[in-house]
């Protein structure tokens, strides 16, 4: 049984979200100033979104890689120090900079031919660690940098509408390959082994200014990824191991009236306990060397998950199937080590998900936007709280909490509760009588939207669940989070008692 997370607080902030005169947040100077300003809010736990190399929709929970770090975190000035580029290179790409809002468009355009100038002026290939790097990851990076050559190669496409060679990973046609595309495949590498020096360097300062990293991983992978074309056997597939037979997603619910049609294919899971749970076993292991706690988004998909038929037009027709429960966690805790697990089982209500938490020791999460329904005993409130437990303000699926407790959504004997609960007496209030509600509770560690620690309204929002085109965006702008937010934090965590030194 996993041992609780220690008593502490934390920010959920992805790395996209941090200031960036290029468009997007990276793991330069901005990441260790964010740090820096964790440790003076006496913060114990900085929370990032998944960090995998996104598709369309620019949606981290939807990746070309289980395994893969994402290409735009790598920071430009950290690779003009190394001389791989120069300043007057960076300048000329046209950022269209918008300081609270990520621009994907111009990123995905200009950042990639930077960073083929820089792997071209790179001798990592005649370093040591470099070669480490090649042999560490052995089991997905081969198979992820032909993926990501192959999809360059015929033009963007994803796999599925690639010739049928290179479909099927025929073994002459693989080999072929390997030789045509040898340097883009290195190129692909070299990004790599960039993302995670960098990112291991970032990761040493925040432990050594005793923040520990919160990384979230989504359960499912992305039918365009490297995963389910180097492994289809172990997803549900046709005959061909092409289609998806079955997809994921969840049904109607407080989101959508519809459900949530996720789109991802889903796990053969007969197929993977012949193998003893050999790939997620690899995938807990990478992870685990990432980030000091492992967030499993949707944990509730391990006792049983939502099955809907390929081609739905929404989730209504789905249905509930058995997951592999313990056995999976058994070969999760197995992997990851010391490394601390959280479970996101938020929706629908399992009584063997609880069950499967009580078990494993592994903390659930509760969110103070989901408290005030009427139910003076809905587990969100934070008297209904058990110590091994997370409490957050909302997710990145939720509205702000300044947006959320807005007077005119809310109806009049929500108000009500909500002012008689957390002692408020206007509606200005609510969100500092939030933090105090969360700080204040049993729950091992409260964790807030770094949105939220700056009250902005909706429009900050990080994602509205089922819809595409303005998600993700969300940043930060220089100096926001500033004496007067640390000051707050800090003054909250030693009211409650949830810092300790050199932990």
Not at 384 to 393: F, L
């Amino acid at each position: 049984m996993k041992t609780m997370l220690k008593r502490g607080a934390g920010i959920l902030m992805p790395i996209f979200s941090l200031p960036s005169p290029y468009g997007i947040g990276t793991f330069g100077s901005s990441a260790y100033e964010f740090i820096d300003l964790l440790r003076q809010a006496r913060q114990n736990y900085w929370q990032v979104l998944p960090m995998g190399p996104t598709s369309y929709g620019d949606s981290p929970y939807q990746s070309f890689s289980a395994f893969a770090g994402n290409p735009y975190f790598i920071d430009l000035d950290m690779l003009k120090e190394e001389e791989l580029l120069t300043q007057e290179e960076i300048d000329a790409c046209f950022w269209l900079d918008k300081q609270e809002e990520v621009k994907y468009d111009a990123v995905f355009y200009y950042r990639f031919p930077l960073l083929k100038k820089a792997y071209t002026r790179s001798l990592h290939k005649t370093t040591e660690a470099y070669r480490k790097f090649c042999e560490k990851n052995q089991f997905w990076l081969p198979d992820y940098s032909l993926y990501m050559a192959l999809k360059k190669h015929f033009g963007d496409n994803e796999w599925l509408a690639w010739e049928e060679d290179a479909r099927f990973r025929k073994p002459e046609a693989m080999e072929k390959y390997k030789t045509e595309l040898k340097e883009e495949i290195d190129y692909w590498k070299f990004l790599q082994y960039k993302f995670f020096e960098q990112w291991e360097k970032l990761k040493k300062y925040a432990s050594d200014n005793d923040v520990k990293i919160v990384g979230d991983i989504p359960i499912y992978v992305a039918l365009d990824s490297a995963d389910v074309w180097s492994h289809p056997e172990l997803f549900q597939l046709d005959e061909e191991g092409l289609i998806p037979l079955k997809v994921a997603g969840v049904p109607p619910d407080a989101f959508s009236d519809e459900g949530q049609l996720w789109g991802n294919p889903l796990y053969n899971w007969d197929k993977m306990e012949k193998t003893g749970f050999a790939w997620w076993k690899e995938r807990m292991k990478a992870s685990s060397a990432l980030y000091d706690v492992i967030r499993i988004d949707h944990f509730t998909g391990v006792v049983q998950y939502y099955s809907i038929p390929y081609g739905a037009e929404n989730a209504k027709s789905g249905q509930w199937e058995k997951g592999p429960g313990k056995k999976l966690t058994d070969a999760i805790s197995e992997a990851v080590g010391a490394t601390k697990i959280i479970a996101e089982d938020l929706g629908i209500f399992s009584q063997d998900v609880k069950d499967l938490l009580a078990e494993t020791g592994y903390p659930g999460m509760k969110i103070i936007e989901f408290a005030f329904s009427g139910d003076r005993f809905n587990e969100h409130l934070p008297h209904c709280y058990e110590p091994n437990s997370v409490v957050y303000g909302g997710t990145h699926d939720n509205e702000t909490l300044a947006g959320y407790f807005k007077t005119e959504k809310r109806q009049w004997w929500e108000l009500q509760y909500i002012a008689d609960y957390l002692g408020a007496a206007h509606q200005s209030e609510v969100v500092d009588k939030v933090f105090r509600a969360a700080y204040g509770s049993v729950a091992s560690v409260a964790v807030f939207q770094m949105q939220d620690v700056l009250k902005l309204d909706n429009w900050a929002r990080m994602n509205t669940p089922s819809t595409v085109g303005k998600n993700w965006r969300w940043r930060m702008k220089p100096g926001q989070f500033g004496e007067e937010q640390t000051g707050y934090l800090a003054w909250l965590v030693d009211t409650f008692g949830r810092f300790q030194e050199g932990r």
